[in-house]
């Protein structure tokens, strides 16, 4: 399988992919748009919505995803104290790095992590009833006012090929303390 690294802005963190993605979204839910709304207010910050008001995710099995450098420069956002999702950026440069959901299997990378010409295209729109602005979504994406049963299905294929695992993600101070507890 081939690999490929992307990494944050000033590339102190560089993040390892082997293989390609299940799956590229672009999201309309409220809490994406809510996260990018605050997290494009950092310094540094690059714009996280599309022109849609949509984000783009490339979705990747957690065991095919190695941090090669920059854990400790991860840190965790999330929209209130109970959210199920955290959102990582990179301090050193504020770039959005991925977006994890309690207990998943999978890690939704930014697509802004890629190149634009390398990039990946979204295969489907997810949560596309949150949408407050009725700019028209082009025809070109597959839209679904929920998940679609698609992306259901892609997700499932993954955990399945995964052995119904969810490895964990540490990231920050959560890794050094692993560290030190491994030694």
């Known amino acids: 399988m ?5 990494t944050c802005d000033c590339a102190k963190v560089a993040i390892e992919l082997d293989g390609a993605p299940f799956i590229s979204t672009e999201c309309h ?6 996260a990018a709304a605050r997290l494009e207010q950092l310094p540094l910050a690059r714009p996280m919505l599309e ?31 109970k959210a ?5 950026i990179s301090r050193c440069c504020n770039s959005p790095i991925f977006l994890e959901f309690q207990s998943g299997h999978w890690l939704s990378l930014y697509s ?6 390398t990039r990946p295209t979204p295969q489907l729109r997810t949560m596309t009833r949150d949408r407050r602005d009725q700019l028209a979504l082009d025809e070109s994406v597959p839209a679904g006012t929920l998940q679609t049963w698609r ?12 052995g119904f695992k969810s490895p964990r993600i540490c990231i ?11 030694k």
């Open 2 to 6: 081939a690999k490929n690294v992307v």
């Open 29 to 34: 839910c409220n809490s994406c748009r809510e």
């Open 51 to 81: 022109r849609n008001a949509g984000t783009q995710f490339v979705l990747y099995r957690k065991d095919r995803i190695q941090i090669l450098r920059g854990r400790d420069l991860l840190e965790a956002f999330r929209l209130g104290p």
């Open 84 to 88: 199920p999702t955290r959102r990582v």
């Open 112 to 117: 802004s992590l890629w190149p634009a010409e």
């Open 151 to 162: 992306f259901y299905a892609k997700l499932l294929a993954a955990w399945i090929a995964m």
């Open 172 to 182: 920050g101070e959560e890794a050094e303390r692993e560290k030190t507890t491994r």
